[in-house]
């Protein structure tokens, strides 16, 4: 059956000890955390997961250890983006056979140079459908791979899993009203992301839900709540509420911001990002701080 992502989906932090191992007791407190934020599910091993620096032995903990801890609480989306298509194939069976929801893929791309054509990015794609898990294609700038509305439209109407979109290039409200229009109910969901930076005009555009970070989930779940209910001025008031956070969350911190709220709420005791990633700056750290206070999030006083 086809289910509509709509909400809150925060992507969760990978938390590690001061000596750089995976903090697995912390993993388990992260996901708690982000249940009890009122999350409509949760991703995995995504970019804001530090993905990039985990190792694929690690990625298999991860990947067993949530699904097996979250137990059906919310649902799962594993993160399975890589170059090498096999890669990919295996990592989302691997997803699908320890009971994820669904699987987020990146148009494959390794560096600056190496980046799919339209054709091997729809073959991908359709090889990991034939897994028979459902698919959010993750249109992120990270890729520098171009997704046009007609390359995305023709996935969702010619391979079945393909279902989801998780929209946040440049101009991205602009790219959803034509996806949307151009996909029709082969769009089952059109999502916004880069941390709800841009949420309000991806909602008005047609986007049923956000793929934010873990620092102010009930916050987001909140604007797109009011704003699918209708309530248009209480989604920009909520919105206009939270944006300076966001925005710093965005252009200064990066995955850090939700790290950096959960050590403050005692989720997990360390910030150590994994090198050549630089630790967040203090002036920085205290300025996200000050920005979220006044939100109280549940992250920073979960654990307390």
């Avoid at 982000?34 to 990625?59: H, K, M, T, W």
């Avoid at 007609?150 to 034509?178: D, N, Y």
């Amino acid at each position: 059956m086809t289910v509509q992502k709509t909400g809150a989906w925060p992507v969760a932090p990978t938390p590690f000890n001061d000596d750089g191992t995976l903090d697995l007791d912390g993993m388990k407190r992260v996901l708690d955390c982000i249940i009890d934020q009122g999350a409509d599910g949760v991703c995995i091993l995504a970019n804001y997961s530090e993905q990039f620096l985990i190792s694929d032995e690690e990625r298999a903990i991860l990947t067993r250890l949530s699904l097996e801890h979250v137990a059906g609480r919310i649902p799962v989306m594993v993160t399975v983006s890589h170059f090498a298509t096999p890669i990919v194939v295996e990592r989302a069976r691997f997803a699908k056979d320890c009971g994820a929801a669904s699987v987020m893929i990146m148009a494959p791309y390794h560096g600056a140079l190496m980046r799919g054509t339209p054709e091997q990015t729809f073959e991908q794609f359709r090889k990991v459908g034939e897994v028979g898990i459902p698919i959010v294609v993750q249109d992120a700038p990270l890729s520098g791979v171009e997704l046009p509305v007609s390359l995305l439209v023709k996935m969702a109407r010619e391979i079945e899993m393909v279902q989801h979109f998780k929209i946040e290039c440049t101009g991205a409200a602009t790219k959803l009203r034509a996806l949307i229009a151009e996909g029709g109910d082969a769009v089952v969901s059109p999502l916004d992301g880069e941390e709800g930076v841009t949420m309000l005009a991806d909602l008005d555009a047609g986007a049923v839900g956000t793929m934010c970070s873990a620092m102010i989930t009930e916050h987001i779940r909140g604007v797109v709540q009011a704003h699918r209910e209708g309530d248009r001025e209480r989604a920009v008031a909520g919105y206009a509420r939270i944006l300076p956070a966001v925005q710093h969350e965005n252009r200064q911190c990066g995955f850090r911001a939700a790290k950096a709220a959960m050590v403050e709420g005692k989720v997990f005791a360390s910030e150590f990002c994994r090198h050549p990633i630089a630790p967040l700056g203090t002036e920085t750290r205290n300025e996200l701080l000050g920005l979220l206070r006044p939100l109280d999030p549940i992250a920073m006083r979960w654990g307390h």
